[in-house]
T-cell receptor, first 111, second 113 residues
């Protein structure tokens, strides 16, 4: 238990669906991140929010839309995804430049 | 560009030592990390080393850093079946904002009884 909770743990969706992934931390951290983990590829940083403001986009496709309503919650809204978007999506949080604490991930399958 | 490379697989027998290797490109990195990912779980920080150190030991774990060759290794002594996991090497290059780790692909360690 790292203090970072992600829901749902598993999600199957069609290409026309709209769904959201949720991440929650109560560690008092002020930065939150979305990473994408695909098989045999390096972890890809998708979004960084620091003090609730997005500071990094990394040219992620617009079908992924993040939302950070407060320092404890982070969402990843998904719409019109492609099968190649199937992956493990990991949320992490940190205190400024400190170490990252990861959630257990949301396994997404796009049919 | 920034790049961290690892071999994808390592298989050892229980009780043997495991050595997981990593090469990185940014010599200005101040911290280098090892993360462990057990099946079905997220990543957990295993250990880290400051760039001004050559070696760090923590119980069964030994981290060696060769800055000249930009090579980092993680040695696990007396490897147990519970050590089976994917191990990620990561760095924070200078100029990256806090937490923007650059990860390798991960090395899957398989420990056979």
């Amino acid at each position: 238990e790292t203090g970072v909770t992600q829901t749902p743990r598993h999600l199957v969706m069609g290409m026309t669906n709209k769904k959201s992934l949720k991440c929650e931390q109560h560690l008092g951290h002020n930065a939150m991140y979305w990473y994408k983990q695909s098989a045999k590829k390096p972890l890809e940083l998708m979004f960084v929010y620091s003090l609730e403001e997005r500071v990094e986009n990394n040219s992620v496709p617009s079908r992924f839309s993040p939302e950070c309503p407060n320092s404890s919650h982070l969402f990843l809204h998904l719409h019109t995804l492609q099968p190649e978007d199937s992956a493990l999506y990991l949320c992490a949080s940190s205190l400024s430049d400190g170490e990252l604490f990861f959630g257990e991930g949301s396994r997404l399958t796009v049919l | 560009g920034e790049d961290v490379e690892q071999s994808l697989f390592l298989s050892v027998r229980e009780g043997d030592s495991s050595v997981i290797n990593c090469t990185y490109t940014d010599s200005s990195s101040t911290y280098l990390y090892w993360y462990k990912q057990e099946p079905g779980a997220g990543l957990q920080l295993l250990t880290y080393i400051f760039s001004n150190m050559d070696m760090k030991q923590d119980q069964r774990l030994t981290v060696l850093l060769n800055k000249k060759d930009k090579h980092l290794s993680l040695r696990i002594a007396d490897t147990q079946t519970g050590d089976s996991a994917i191990y990620f090497c990561a760095e924070i290059p200078i100029g990256n904002q806090g937490g923007k780790l650059i990860f390798g692909q991960g090395t899957e360690l398989s420990v056979k009884p």
